[in-house]
Every structure is written in C-alpha cells, then in structure tokens.
C-alpha cells in the first residue's frame, strides 16, 4: 500500500503544532499501525529528521498507552481495539491517513502525538483503596459469597485501561466513563463498600478539579472504548454520588 500520512508534529507543550505530511510505501495489511508508524520512524531516522513521537508499551490492549486519534476517531475505524491492535488492512492503498493526540484540556499535549494522562492517575489516587483487615484475622477472600451478576459486572468496569479514548470521543472531553468504570469496579463488591462513601465523591472532585467536562448522555465514549465499557457504569456512578452526598 502507498499512503499519505498527515502527522500532527508539536515540539514540546508550549510550542504551537501542525499537521505535515508523509508519503509512506510499502505498507502491508499485516502490519499493525504501530509497526507502520515504525516504518515511517525508520526512514525518518536515516534521512536525518526526527522521528514522530508516540506513546506506546504493550502492543497487545492492555496497557492503555498508544492512543491515537486517527481520521477523527480515538484508536480508529475498527471497533473494540486499541490502536496497536488496529491492522493496516482497514485502509486501503492510496489512502489518506490523518494522525493526532487526543484533544482534550486534562491530556496537554507533550510532544508530537504523545499526552500527559496523569490526570487519570490523580483520579484513581483520589479514591483507589480499600481496607483490609490483616491483623491475624484475615478473612479468606473466597469465603465472601459474591453474586454471579456483580462479579461479572465488577470484571467488566476492572477491564478499563485508560487509554483516554473516552475523554477524546466526548464533546465535552468527559472523564465519566473512565471514572465511573473506576468506581464500579469497587462499589460492586463487598470489599469496596468500607470506604464507599469518600470514594466516589473523593474521585468525581477530582476528575472536576482536573478540567474534565460534564457528561450530556452522548454515548460517543461507550462506542469508541476499546474494552466495551457500559454507560451503565456512569448510571451507578452516579446514583453512589447521590447517595454519598445525602450522607453528607
Ligand atoms: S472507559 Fe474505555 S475508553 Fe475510557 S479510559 Fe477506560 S478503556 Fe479507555
Ligand atoms: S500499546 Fe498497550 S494498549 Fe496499545
């Protein structure tokens, strides 16, 4: 495949940054669009130019890192997968291909494609414990029986690896899917319930003070999660806030 890449390249976060161009061939449709990006590096390197800076780790979904926003969508056309899962045989030879950061005001941009998510790390601090009692009488954790339903549920919200793609697909740059998933995964299950209270309210502060927007029931973050997370988690999320603040 022969395509044309439109890049966004930014020095650092105070620099202003712009899209530019790269002709790449020799694309195959096994290669994932990491490995194309890659390829492109490559060859930027032995002309003497700077690579494209971009976020990556696992390549295999599960670490939340390469996110990318490719022809306007969070990790691109193909649906349930992160962008280094995504194969180069969603595009066709001849394509034009434009590749950004997520935008939003809580992801700054660093350089190039890659942003600061440390914003989604200051939430999960915020509220991300649970007591345990470990004083010589511990309680076995298989000894506490758990509903089918909430544990399922409970694994669902846990499989969300802040990429961010919600933030990035909201018109609003919301963190609510992202939070919601975070406080589900406790709230569900016996051992989450300790510190219910301050949690929820300690986490949706945070996600306020760091410049999130508010959710307006869109649903654009629910379709483009990699991992499938339910809107449902937002409904809970928000009944435990009312909860928590009736109890003041
Ligand atoms: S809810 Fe989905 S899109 Fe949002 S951070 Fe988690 S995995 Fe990514
Ligand atoms: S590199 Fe880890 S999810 Fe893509």
């Known amino acids: 495949m022969n395509l044309t890449l439109k890049i966004w390249r930014q020095k650092d976060a105070q620099s202003k940054g712009k899209i530019v161009d790269y002709p790449i061939s020799g694309i195959e449709g096994d290669m994932s669009f990491l490995e194309m990006l890659d390829v492109l590096n490559e060859e930027l390197i032995t002309k003497g130019e700077e690579p494209v ?129 975070k406080v589900s995964q406790f709230s569900l299950l016996p051992q989450g319930q300790v510190e219910a209270t301050e949690r929820v309210m300690a986490m949706v502060n945070q996600m306020d003070e760091e410049g999130f927007g508010n959710c307006t029931n869109t649903g654009a973050c629910e379709i483009e999660c990699p991992k499938g997370i339910s809107l449902e988690n937002i409904a809970r999320m928000n009944r435990e806030y009312m909860k928590a603040s009736l109890k003041g």
């Open 53 to 181: 800076v971009f976020d990556h780790d696992c390549r295999e979904g599960i670490c939340g890192s390469c996110s990318l926003q490719i022809n306007g969508e969070p990790h691109g056309p193909d649906r349930l997968v992160t962008t280094c899962q995504l194969h180069m045989r969603k595009f066709n030879d001849g394509d034009t291909i434009f590749i950004e950061p997520f935008r939003a005001k809580a992801f700054p941009v660093v350089k190039d494609l890659m942003i600061d998510r440390s914003s989604f790390d200051r939430i999960q601090q915020a509220g991300g414990f649970i007591s345990v009692n470990t004083s010589g009488n511990t309680i076995d954790a298989n000894a506490i029986p758990i509903r089918k339903e909430d544990a399922d549920e409970a694994m669902d919200a846990a499989t969300c690896i802040g990429c961010g793609a919600c933030v990035a697909a909201c018109k609003n740059a919301s963190a609510m899917l992202f939070t919601s998933a």
